[in-house]
């Protein structure tokens, strides 16, 4: 478990998003620490980067939307 060792979650995350570079799901993940507590123009990239593999409901509903109101309001 990685409790507050972000650096240690951005590594794994890293990772992940170049082991499954087609895998829309584990970017998001990605770019979601990155909105929470990681760098925000990051998460921008990572959440939009690869979207045009998702179907329009998939992009108007949760989780997708989620991130972009984090990110839109500052959090």
């Not at 123009?41 to 179907?55: D, H, N, Y």
Request: hydrophobic share 40%.
């Amino acid at each position: 478990m990685i409790e507050k060792n972000y650096q240690q979650l951005f590594k794994n995350m890293d990772f992940e998003v170049a082991a499954n570079p087609d895998d829309y799901w584990v970017a998001f993940e990605a770019g979601w620490y990155n909105a929470m507590v990681g760098d925000k123009s990051k998460a921008v990239t990572l959440l939009t980067e690869k979207q045009a593999g998702l179907s329009e409901t998939d992009k108007f509903s949760m989780p997708y939307c989620s991130p972009a109101i984090e990110i839109a309001l500052g959090s």
